[in-house]
């Protein structure tokens, strides 16, 4: 599963709780973005154009899935040099699992973007992709049909999580304003998150 996780939070795991279920997957890696390039630069504050550090995420990551045996964290697109795209993804995670059938999760939002501008071909053939919906996100595949009439016919399904209007934007807003992000996040992150002052309006 992959995106920015900044931070992570319980919509996050409740969709690969899901996902997992539902296709009978024996692990969820969560793959935390390095530089989205559609979110560059270090997040100031809680200016909705930055990104937290990668190291920052990817603890936060670790953290909230340490408890799931079936939930594990991925480095490949931290450690990656440059902007993080999907197929670099992909290619690394099968290089990593040979054997496997590989799958790949994540928000119809993001999923639009990255079937629309990156190696789309390419990615159909390095795994199957799942696209979560939350409360207020419907995807529209109409544009997507195009491209997916040559495909398999399991290159992309899609998926509803139950009802779970949590975001990670709202989760930045509520630390920078001192409100509670208990219960929205894993116990840990809350505290991860205090400890080192994340998401404050006046830090830099
Ligand atoms: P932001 O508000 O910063 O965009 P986010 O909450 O969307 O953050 P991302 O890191 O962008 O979190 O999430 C990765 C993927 O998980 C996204 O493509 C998103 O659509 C999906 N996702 C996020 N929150 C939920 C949720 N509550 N239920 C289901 N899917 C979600
Ligand atoms: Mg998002």
Redesign the pocket.
Known sequence: ??????P?????L??GSEVAHRFGLDEVIFV??GR?WQ?EGPRAGAD?GRVTPAEHRYLMAVIATASNPGFTVSRVDIDREGVTYTVDTLRDLRREYPDDELFF???????ESILTWQNWEELFELAHFIG????G?ALDATHLAEHLATKPPHALQMME?PA?????????ERAGHGRPVWYLVPDGVVQYISKHGLYRKEST
């Open positions: 599963m992959g995106g920015t996780f900044d992570i939070h319980n919509g996050h409740v969709a935390p973005t989205p979110k909705p999760i994540t928000g119809a939002d993001a999923l979560v919906s939350r409360p996100y999580i779970l209007a949590i975001s990670s934007t709202d989760c930045r």
